[in-house]
């Protein structure tokens, strides 16, 4: 039987790009995320720590490859490590990347300013943690991405659990619905972890609010998107960067009594907070090719979604994508699903507990084909590897991204 599903794997070393390809009758092309991690230790010809670089480059190859073909675009979540690719493609005001994705989808978030004002304070704070340690960090924040999708609103569809896309052929397993009231006692226990300043708070959800109305008036007038329309985007968003600037700013003032490993706790606790808005799917039928894309799935919303019975998940999967860069913190055991072919994006980072970055040995027990975007992040092999090798290349079951810029299976 031809295959109908392929996959396309990116080495965004840590970070996500993947292209998911469905050659069935109505044939698509799905990319979900394109992002690599600010600490990713990019370390081979010819780029060599340049991450802007490998960036430009991917960018080039999706829109060379896709641009005649019908390119669609969802992203689980907005963290760096899956958007900052994205960004960049839409700053670089590259006519190739203009109107490259048909849709965009992304979780249905923007009428909950809690949900993006948590998203906001993880953002500022990891930026302060990364400027106090001398660590390289993007100048991209959240309101790029804001801009992105507003000026791009008439592709937008926003999506929640039960919700099915790409012509039926994928269903929603996360996010749910609502979850407005559940994030505002969220937002109340962060703001007490972080003891947030009136100041500081009433900015910062302020500042969401304004995210929150932008984007519902773009969505009100999605088919009116005319120049003045755009002109009007970049002006409020201009606006607005002022406020995050403001915040950004404030940020040292407000952490500086915090112990390290205090406050890696509250930073976890926080992440965590973000995922709640991460995007989960799997194809509408079961068949012989199923596929569970996880995002950065946490355990808790696994076990909600193992124990509904509106939407089962499958017996087996052909494709499932590890979560989390498959690190052990957010370890979730698969293999009860007898997965074909388990994808794990993930390379060295340069950071003080690098150790938790790696992929654990819970995914590389699994009875599976495994496609890594590298080798050196992992507790699965004797050798150890410090920088990217062939090595795994070796193993019947292995197939590696590096030294490739993509392969698929």
């Not at 799905?30 to 600490?39: A, R, S, T, Y």
């Not at 010809?45 to 896709?66: F, V």
């Not at 913190?329 to 994808?343: A, L, M, R, T």
Request: net charge neutral; hydrophobic share 30%; aromatic share 12%.
């Amino acid at each position: 039987k031809a295959m109908k599903r392929e996959v396309e794997v990116y080495n965004t070393h840590f970070g996500d790009c993947i292209v998911l390809k469905d050659n069935g009758e109505e044939s698509s092309n799905l990319l979900v995320d394109f992002g690599i991690h600010f600490n990713s230790d990019i370390n081979y010809e010819p780029y060599c720590g340049n991450r802007d670089s490998l960036t430009k480059d991917i960018a080039e190859d999706i829109a060379e490859r896709y641009s005649q073909r019908k390119l669609n675009l969802l992203i689980t979540h907005f963290h760096e490590d899956h958007v900052s690719g994205l960004i960049y493609m839409y700053k670089s005001k590259d006519k190739r990347y203009k109107n490259l994705f048909s849709k965009i989808y992304i979780a249905n978030v923007w009428n909950n300013h809690f949900a993006i004002a948590i998203s906001f304070l993880e953002q500022l704070i990891l930026s302060d943690e990364c400027k106090k340690g001398k660590l390289p960090r993007t100048n991209n924040s959240l309101l790029d991405l804001v801009e992105f999708l507003c000026v791009n609103i008439s592709h937008v569809h926003l999506l929640s659990r039960g919700e099915k896309f790409e012509n039926d052929k994928y269903i929603t397993l996360w996010p749910l619905k609502d979850n407005s009231k559940d994030d505002e006692k969220d937002f109340d226990e962060i703001k007490k972890d972080f003891n947030l300043t009136e100041q500081y708070e009433k900015k910062l959800i302020s500042l969401s609010r304004d995210v929150c109305n932008l984007a519902s008036e773009c969505i009100s007038t999605r088919d009116k998107h005319d120049s003045s329309m755009l002109n009007y985007v970049e002006k409020y968003i201009d606006k607005m960067k002022e406020d995050y600037f403001f915040l950004q700013n404030e940020s040292y003032t407000l952490l500086r009594y915090f112990k390290e490993d205090g406050l890696s706790d509250k930073i976890t606790k926080l992440n965590k907070f973000n995922h709640k808005y991460n995007i989960v799917f799997q194809n509408t039928q079961s068949d012989e090719e199923n596929v569970f894309f996880t995002g950065d799935m946490e355990d808790s919303q696994m076990k909600y979604i193992e124990t509904q019975k509106d939407i089962t998940l499958y017996k087996h999967y052909k494709y499932i994508k590890i979560p989390h860069h498959g690190t052990k913190n957010h370890g979730i055991d698969f293999s009860k699903y007898s997965p074909e072919n388990v994808i794990i994006t993930n390379g060295k980072v340069n950071i003080n507990n690098s150790a938790s970055y790696e992929i654990d040995t819970i995914y590389g027990n699994l009875n599976a084909r495994h496609l890594c975007t590298n080798s050196n992040n992992c507790k699965n092999c004797k050798l150890k590897c410090r920088i990217s090798s062939m090595a795994c290349n070796k193993k019947g079951n292995r197939i590696l991204v590096y030294n490739k810029m993509y392969k698929g299976i």
